[in-house]
């Protein structure tokens, strides 16, 4: 199949079980809309989770997001669930903006929230789940997207899902969103990777990334990462994050560069 067909016959998918599903009337929907608006924060705890490398962590925190009111069925599995994953740098709170409304939960939209239980996490090191910044700095465990991965499949099952309707990921959500697919094929009915195609990482994509760790460890001495205070280069490196995935629009201009470092 051609690479370029896939988010077609993905949202073809997504959006085939949608039209066949009634539309309640349109003053019951607003109010349940309004209900199902309101972002619900959770915490659930994983009790001795084994890293990828075999390091553990006696008690893993993972911070997530609800919208929407889940449906079960018989046996109280609830049926309607949606796995939304953030980017980089990001949490869940990047997903619940107003926008995001606007485009995909309101009324008629693709993720309707009538219809569907969204459950939006952040990941091993971002947001208010477990990261190095909480206390172990650089005695936290290694991580990758596999820890991250499996961490988001642990608290379904906690949460109550043993299906999803889709799990829908934005650039390294996106690449979660694959692995996803990799790991767990038979879970969702569909995958919606935004912004990241499923290769390794190599060339200039791999430099630039090692760049920003090595400017961060340099600037941070012997200590490699592990002072209380951030390290002095870490401006550097985040300027050159935004050269090489922020927005031009953000970019700085003439004499608005001098003060930018």
């Known amino acids: ?12 998918i997504l959006l085939m079980p949608m039209l066949a599903t009634p539309v309640p009337a349109a003053a019951p929907q607003v109010s349940t809309q309004a209900a ?3 972002p619900k924060p959770n915490d659930a705890v994983v009790h001795d989770f084994v890293f990828d490398d075999g390091e553990n962590l006696a008690s893993l925190k993972l911070h997530y997001l609800t919208l929407g009111k889940p449906r079960r069925d018989a046996s109280g599995a609830i049926t309607n669930g949606v796995l939304l994953l953030h980017g980089t740098a990001g949490s869940s709170a990047d997903l619940v903006t107003a926008c995001f409304f606007d485009a995909l939960y309101g ?3 693709p993720l309707d929230l009538s219809h569907y239980f969204l459950v939006i996490p952040d990941v091993i090191g971002a947001g208010d789940s477990s990261k190095p910044s909480d206390g172990l700095r650089a005695h936290f465990p290694r991580y990758g997207y596999k820890d991250q991965v499996r961490a988001q499949h642990l608290l379904l099952e906690q ?12 650039s390294m959500g ?3 969103t694959w692995m996803w697919g990799e790991r767990y094929p038979e879970m969702m009915d569909a995958l919606l990777p935004i912004a990241s195609l499923p290769e390794r990482v190599v060339g200039r994509n791999l430099l630039w990334r090692r760049l920003l760790i090595k400017i961060i460890e340099f600037g941070d ?3 490699r990462g592990a002072s209380t205070p951030q390290p002095p280069s870490l401006g550097l490196a985040w300027n050159l994050l935004e050269l090489m995935a922020g927005s031009p629009a953000r970019v700085p201009t003439g004499n608005q560069i001098r003060t930018y470092w």
């Open 174 to 176: 996106g690449m979660q």
């Open 107 to 109: 009324a008629g939209e």
């Open 159 to 170: 949460i109550g899902i043993k299906h999803l309707r889709l799990v829908f990921g934005t």
């Open 1 to 12: 199949m051609n690479r370029r067909q896939i988010p077609v016959l993905m949202l073809t």
């Open 221 to 223: 001495d012997a200590r």
């Open 36 to 38: 199902n608006s309101q």
